[in-house]
């Protein structure tokens, strides 16, 4: 059965490096999500990306978050200059359409858990 | 603000049990309203509701959203020890054209006794 697959599955840094996690959707899937799971905290929606653009993002997602699709398979989250607080589970999503495209579920991959030291 | 709130946070019965669990919400442009099982790591998807009264049924798993009271409920009938997990409540709302996000609830955490 297809899935997403997210890589790395842990990733430790100092406050203030850059972070790349990526995400490989569901191939057939065009729309992508962030989200992202504090430790003991809901699950909190960061940004949706589609047809190479974002579509929506929240007030989580400031300046120093930025994601790109640079080929036709992955999906990418950059933080810029990481803080003590963006350590978190993030989560990748993709969906085959969206909402009024038809009764689309978001598919999760495993996520990473990023850890800022 | 959109809101997604579900109760227990916490619950713990015995094997063999039958739970119920709850979710209410508060949203614009409501789509529809999925429950996901956590347990180690990622969210997996267990139903999709978009009419109001239509219960989801799979194997002891079943679902009823109530869009009239902006609610919906899980039971979980018979429960196993692998049933134990965090059960999320999320709602997707739509936004511009053919655009969507989920709104999470804090999640309830199941804890099964053998």
């Known amino acids: 059965e297809p899935e997403v697959t997210q890589t790395p599955s842990h990733q430790v840094t100092q406050m203030g490096q850059e972070v790349i996690l990526r995400c490989v959707p569901i191939?057939?899937?065009?729309?992508f999500y962030w989200y992202r799971q504090i430790l003991g905290q809901k699950v909190e929606f960061l940004v949706s990306f589609y047809n190479n653009e974002i579509s929506e993002k929240s007030e989580i997602f400031d300046d120093q978050f930025s994601v790109e699709r640079p080929d036709g398979s992955n999906f990418t989250l950059k933080i810029r200059s990481t803080k003590l607080e963006d350590s978190a589970m993030y989560f990748c999503?993709?969906?085959?359409?969206?909402?009024?495209?038809?009764?689309?579920?978001?598919?999760f991959g495993p996520g990473t858990r990023l850890l800022v030291l | 603000e959109d809101k997604v709130v579900q109760s227990p946070l916490s619950l713990v019965v015995h094997e063999g049990d039958t739970v119920t669990l709850n979710c209410s919400y508060e949203v614009t442009n409501f789509r529809s309203l999925l429950w996901y099982k956590q347990e180690k790591k990622a969210p997996t998807f267990l139903f999709m509701l978009t009419s109001s009264g239509i219960e989801k049924k799979s194997g002891r798993l079943s679902s009823i959203l109530d869009k009239k009271e902006l609610s919906s409920i899980l039971n979980i009938t018979a429960t196993q020890t692998g049933d134990s997990a965090i059960y999320l409540c999320a709602v997707e709302v739509l936004f511009g054209f053919g655009n969507e996000k989920l709104t999470f609830g804090t999640g309830t955490r199941l804890t099964i006794i053998p």
């Open positions: 191939s057939n899937h065009l729309y």
């Open positions: 999503a993709s969906s085959e359409a969206g909402g009024l495209a038809g009764m689309e579920t978001q598919y």
